[in-house]
């Protein structure tokens, strides 16, 4: 005898009010969010998703240290969640850490495939079973990257609700924000306790990556003192990216 179907409804997750999951990365974007979330008074719930990439040991340190330094109640213990990505990318220079963007490199080559939609999907199944309803990312106006487009958002989240059975929410409250905006906004915050290096050595900046270089020009724009440790700081660049070139400097 078959097994009587269910219905949908029967598989229906609701979510528990004021419950939100931010994917921290550690990096200084993610880093402003989690706070500012925080003094919402919701139950933030923090997620890393480690996939293999070098620069994680010190991400996450530093995510630990920013976290315990914030001393607010309402965040709830960091989830860390296991996505190896190393059997699809092992050869990046994401994984391995060599050839990394340089300094004046276009923002596009620090394009990682998927990287989003690998991020959230764990995070999701994370969220069902905690019965949050609304993940959080900090991807800024600067983005260019296909995986961090509303419409993209848009499909992801009528995906979860067919496959899943929770009715989520990702919000992006920075996506319309500058680097120098978001610097701004989280001045009163330990800062130096991010970090946003493609190759750091623990939590000393390496000064010469395409993210160091997003970050020291975003502390001079945003006429803010820069209290991060570097390898080495070259003077601030004058880089401009249109929109039409972003894209074309990566292949992977």
Same mark, same amino acid.
């Given at each position: ?25 550690? *990096?200084?974007?993610? +880093?402003?969010?989690?706070?500012? +979330? ?63 963007? @340089? ?10 495939? *998927? ?47 067919? @496959?899943? *059975? ?9 996506? *319309? ?40 020009? @975003? ?17 601030? +660049? ?15």
């Amino acid at each position: 005898m078959l097994p009587e179907k269910r219905a949908a409804d029967d598989y229906r997750i609701e979510p528990v009010p004021d419950r939100i999951a931010i994917l921290a990365s550690g *990096g200084l974007d993610s +880093s402003v969010m989690l706070a500012a +979330s925080a003094r919402n008074r919701r139950s933030v719930y923090p997620v890393y998703v480690r996939a293999g990439l070098s620069w994680e040991p010190s991400e996450l340190a530093i995510l630990k240290r920013f976290i315990r330094a914030l001393r607010m109640g309402n965040i709830e213990p960091l989830t860390i969640l296991k996505l190896p990505m190393g059997d699809i990318a092992g050869d990046h220079w994401s994984m391995t850490g060599r050839n990394v963007p @340089g300094y004046n490199a276009a923002l596009a080559s620090n394009y990682i495939p *998927g990287r989003n939609l690998s991020l959230l999907a764990k995070t999701v199944i994370f969220c069902a079973r905690a019965r949050i309803g609304e993940v959080a990312m900090a991807p800024l106006e600067s983005n260019p990257f296909p995986d961090a487009r509303p419409e993209f958002f848009r499909a992801f989240v009528r995906a979860v609700e067919l @496959g899943v *059975g929770i009715k989520l929410k990702i919000s992006t409250p920075f996506a *319309g924000m500058t680097k120098a905006e978001v610097v701004r906004r989280g001045a009163d915050l330990p800062l130096e306790l991010t970090l946003s290096c493609a190759q750091p050595k623990g939590a000393i900046h390496c000064g010469a990556c395409t993210k160091c270089a997003e970050r020291i020009e @975003g502390f001079v724009r945003a006429g803010i003192n820069d209290p991060t440790v570097y390898a080495r700081k070259p003077k601030p +660049s004058q880089r401009r990216y249109s929109n039409h070139s972003r894209l074309q400097a990566h292949k992977v």
